[in-house]
């Protein structure tokens, strides 16, 4: 079955840089685009990037265009999420997903990693 | 890039049916028939409920439906169950190739 795990989340102070990674299982993943998502605490989901299946085709919300670099190795299964310049406000829990091909929207979600800028 | 506009909570009784509703822009929710609902369980990742505005996912109940009109998307629940207490989300594509979540609905089954 489809899995989604993601990893690298911890404290960070703002300014700092962190990776998060998320290991896909279950499925073929150089057919799929995947998205990140993140939850504050307590707060509702907010859409932050999109990969394409062949690892063009990138878009970002706003919130991080510029600061965050979302990317693939489809060699190794596992999506990634470079965040530069990290604010306090980018406090939350970040989950992987997959599209719903052809449907533009999300399937499969992973539990997610969280990170805290403190 | 504005969140879609969700009503903070809605109730129900068991058995009865609610709506909620799920209002944009003719840049997203307007624009596209790409809007989807999710359900989500406290600490637990969200599950698609419906996408393509009116689309079951295999096994989701059919007690769950949706549609559009206009500007505003709207998620219908029937037959209200106490495992359908949950929060929602709505979601739509735009036009800036991006993805919009709405601010999410707590339903409280009474």
């Known amino acids: 079955q489809v899995q989604l795990v993601e990893s690298g989340g911890g404290v960070v102070q703002p300014g700092r840089s962190l990776r998060l990674s998320c290991a896909a299982s279950?499925?073929?993943?150089?057919?799929?685009?995947m998205h990140w998502v993140r939850q504050a605490p307590g707060k509702g989901l907010e859409w932050v990037a999109h990969?394409?299946?062949?690892?063009?085709?990138?878009h970002y919300a706003d919130s991080v265009k510029g600061r965050f670099t979302i990317s693939r190795d489809t060699s190794k299964n596992t999506l990634y999420l470079q965040m530069n310049s990290l604010r306090p406000e980018d406090t939350a829990v970040y989950c992987c997903?997959?599209?719903?091909?052809?449907?533009?929207?999300?399937?499969?979600w992973g539990r997610g990693t969280l990170v805290t800028v403190s | 890039q504005s969140a879609l506009t969700q009503p903070a909570s809605v109730s129900g009784s068991p058995g009865q049916s609610i709506t909620i509703s799920c209002t944009g822009t003719?840049?997203?929710?307007?624009?596209?028939?790409?809007v989807s609902w999710y359900q989500q369980h406290s600490g637990k990742a969200p599950k698609l409920m419906i996408y393509?505005?009116?689309s079951r996912p295999s096994g989701v109940s059919t007690r769950f439906s949706g549609s559009k009109s206009g500007d505003t998307a709207s998620l219908t629940i029937s037959g209200l169950q106490p495992e359908d207490e949950a929060n929602y989300y709505c979601?739509?594509?735009?036009?800036?190739?991006?993805?919009?979540f709405g601010g999410g609905t707590k339903l409280t089954v009474l």
């Open positions: 997903a997959r599209d719903l091909t052809g449907h533009w929207t999300i399937d499969y």
């Open positions: 279950g499925f073929t993943f150089s057919t799929y685009g």
């Open positions: 003719s840049s997203d929710v307007g624009g596209y028939n790409y």
């Open positions: 979601i739509s594509y735009t036009r800036s190739s991006t993805w919009v």
């Open positions: 990969v394409g299946y062949g690892g063009n085709n990138l």
């Open positions: 393509d505005v009116n």
